[in-house]
């Protein structure tokens, strides 16, 4: 059974850190990219930051020096490690599996920054 399971959301002050965790299981395709988008209230989901093994990692420009993706230890794991939270950066954040025949998203952890 695929599954693609976030943890890690929480709340906290601005200026802070946080970081999640994603776990990709019951895949047996290659994956070409992992990441992370996030929708706030009212508003559309975006791009945070991807991770592929071909192009590196890639970042929205909000995010740029503060967070930063990462592998995990485990295979098909990835970690976004976020600091100097604002509260602007309060969503839901998703984890997104880019396969080469689908895409898979989890079902999201709530982040909260409080100013």
């Known amino acids: 059974q695929v599954q693609v399971v976030e943890s890690g959301g929480g709340l906290v002050q601005a200026g802070e850190s946080l970081r999640l965790s994603c776990a990709a299981s019951g895949i047996i395709e290659t994956i070409k990219y992992m990441g992370w988008y996030r929708q706030a209230p009212g508003k559309q989901r975006e791009l945070v930051a991807t991770?592929?093994?071909?192009?590196?990692?890639n970042y929205d420009d909000s995010v740029k020096g503060r967070f930063t993706i990462s592998r995990g230890h485990v295979k098909n794991t990835v970690q976004l490690q976020m600091d100097r939270l604002k509260p602007e950066d309060t969503a839901d954040y998703y984890c997104?599996?880019?396969?080469?025949?689908?895409?898979?998203w989890g079902q999201g952890t709530q982040v909260t920054v409080s100013s």
């Open positions: 997104h599996v880019e396969l080469d025949t689908t895409v898979l």
């Open positions: 991770l592929s093994a071909q192009d590196g990692t």
